[in-house]
């Protein structure tokens, strides 16, 4: 089994920075992907940021694409989120997969992932 815990959430200004943690515990071997998702009240989830651990490759929503940076550590993925715009406030989410192979498009989709965090809460404020 795996756990996930995100952490380094808070209020910020527009135009402001934070930085998120999600840390893995368990049987982290079987990780293969981790991604950052968001979601606010009334909306699906949308994928942000993916890392596929193995090769260190990432992929990234357009809507954060040149803001939001993925990163890994031993057991530890990052999400470092400048240039923050209100409408960035939601709960995020880090959730891992255990698959075979790159996910590829499939990455967006909630269902693919095994092991879900239990959220931080992100606002930002203009």
């Known amino acids: 089994q795996v756990q996930l815990a995100e952490s380094g959430g808070g209020s910020v200004q527009a135009g402001g920075s934070l930085r998120l943690s999600c840390a893995a515990s368990?049987?982290?071997?079987?990780?293969?992907?981790v991604t950052w998702f968001r979601q606010t009240p009334g909306k699906e989830r949308e994928g942000v940021a993916l890392i596929y651990r193995r090769l260190g490759t990432t992929a990234y929503a357009d809507s954060v694409k040149g803001r939001f940076t993925i990163s890994q550590g031993m057991t530890t993925v990052y999400l470092q989120m400048n240039s923050l715009k209100p409408e960035d406030t939601a709960m995020y989410y880090c959730a891992a997969a255990a698959v075979q192979g790159w996910l590829g498009s499939r990455w967006t989709r909630s269902g693919e992932y095994n092991y879900w965090g239990q959220g931080t809460q992100v606002t930002v404020s203009s």
């Open positions: 368990g049987d982290t071997r079987r990780i293969t992907h």
